[in-house]
C-alpha cells in the first residue's frame, strides 16, 4: 500500500507515519521546506515538498498514491493573521480532496478534531459524541471554526463521490509533541512549576500512538462520510495535574481559580503578548472560554465499528514527561 501523509513532521501526524512504516506502508510525506524534520529520524519515506496552500504541488505530490491521510493543520488558539489559518484548515482540505478525486485515490482518512463536537454542558456527567446538536456558532475561536468548517468540505466531498472517512481525535498525548501543542504545553509547565492554581475543565485525553493505529483502523473499517472519535479517559484538568504529580513526584496545584479571574488574565495576556508584543500568548480569551465547558466524549461509535480500545493514558503521560525533559523542554 502506497500512502500519502500529511503532516507528518507534526505530533499526530508523526505517529501514524510511524504505524503504518511498522505495518510494512509504502509513505510519502509531504514537507513544507521550512519544516522542522526531527520528527521523521528513521521514518523510512520518500520526502516531498509541498504545501496545502499550493493546490499544484499537491495534486503532484500524492500522484500514483493508493490512500491519503491528511492529518496536517493549523493548531494553534491564538493567531496574527486567522485567514492564514482558514487557508491551511480549509482551503488546503478542499484542495487535497480535489486533488485526491483527480487522482483516483481510494480513499482519504481526514483528520478533524473533537473540538467539531457539540459540547453544551458544563458538568462532567454529560458527554458528547458524534449525533451532539452542533452548528458553526457553537464554535469557540477560529482554530474551531476552521475545523468544523474543514470538516464540512469533507462530508460533501463524501457526498459527491469521493471515498473520505473522518476521525475526530480528542486530546493526543504522548512524545515527539514537537512545538508543543496546547496540551503538551500543559505538561510542560507543569514540570516546570508553572501551575500555581488550576481552573474546572475537562478533556477526553488520548493516547497519540492508539490514536494514529485508530487512524488505520478508519481505513480499514469506517463507512464513507461517517465521523469516529478516537477517545481515550474522560478527566478534569485536576485529576490530569494530579497524575502528572504521581508520575513526577511534582506537587499538584491545590488552588482552583475562579473562571473570572481566568478571564481576566485571558485578556491581559492577550493584550500584551498577542496585541502589543506580537507573540503567542500563555493563555487566551478563546481558551479560557473553551475551557467552561466539559470536553467529555464517547468512543463508542469506533468501538464498534472500527475495533478502536480506549485505553489508559498514563503510559502516554509518562512518555510524554520523559522525552519532555530528554530533549531539553525542561
Known amino acids: ?33 521550512t519544516s522542522d524534520l526531527r520528527n521523521l529520524e528513521e ?37 496574527r493573521d486567522p485567514e492564514e489559518m482558514y487557508r491551511s484548515n480549509v482551503e488546503g482540505t478542499r484542495w487535497l480532496l480535489e486533488a485526491a478525486r483527480k487522482q483516483g485515490v481510494r ?10 463536537m457539540g459540547f453544551i ?48 481525535p480528542t486530546t493526543p498525548i504522548g512524545e515527539r509533541d514537537i512545538k508543543p501543542t496546547p496540551t503538551g504545553r500543559i505538561v510542560v509547565d507543569f514540570l516546570k512549576r508553572k501551575f500555581p492554581a488550576y481552573v474546572e475543565t475537562g478533556l477526553n485525553l488520548v493516547d497519540a500512538t492508539e490514536c494514529a493505529r485508530g487512524h488505520v483502523q478508519a481505513l480499514e473499517k469506517g463507512r464513507s462520510g461517517e465521523r469516529y472519535i478516537l ?6 484538568l485536576k485529576q490530569i495535574l494530579d497524575r502528572l504529580a504521581a508520575i513526577t513526584g511534582l506537587p499538584s ?9 481566568a478571564l481576566a488574565a485571558g485578556v491581559v495576556d492577550e493584550m500584551v503578548m498577542g496585541r502589543f508584543l506580537g507573540r503567542e500568548p500563555r493563555a487566551t480569551i478563546d481558551a479560557v472560554r473553551m475551557g467552561r465547558k466539559m470536553m467529555f466524549v464517547s468512543s463508542a461509535k469506533a468501538e464498534r465499528e472500527l475495533g478502536w480500545r480506549t485505553v489508559p493514558v498514563d503510559g502516554a503521560l509518562r512518555r510524554a514527561v520523559e522525552w519532555f525533559r530528554a530533549n531539553g523542554y525542561v
Open 121 to 168: 454542558a458544563t458538568q462532567a456527567s454529560t458527554v458528547a459524541d458524534e449525533e451532539s446538536p452542533v452548528g458553526l456558532a457553537d464554535m469557540i475561536g477560529h482554530y474551531k471554526r476552521s475545523k468544523f468548517m474543514a470538516e464540512q468540505v469533507a462530508v460533501d466531498a463524501a457526498r459527491s463521490g469521493v471515498d473520505v472517512v473522518i476521525v475526530n
Open 1 to 33: 500500500m502506497k500512502a500519502f501523509v500529511t503532516g507528518a513532521t507534526g505530533f499526530l501526524g508523526s505517529h501514524v507515519a510511524r504505524v503504518l512504516a511498522e505495518q510494512g506502508a509504502e509513505l510519502r510525506l509531504l514537507v513544507r521546506p
Open 231 to 236: 477517545g481515550g479517559e474522560n478527566l478534569t
Open 43 to 79: 521514518v523510512k519515506a520518500d520526502r516531498v515538498a509541498g504545501d496545502l496552500r499550493d493546490p499544484a504541488s499537491i495534486e503532484k505530490a500524492l500522484s500514483g498514491c493508493e490512500v491519503v491521510f491528511h492529518v496536517a493543520a493549523d493548531y494553534r488558539l491564538w493567531v
Open 107 to 116: 480513499r482519504v482518512v481526514y483528520t478533524s478534531s473533537v473540538a467539531t
Open 253 to 261: 496545584p491545590t488552588v482552583k481559580l475562579p473562571y473570572i479571574f
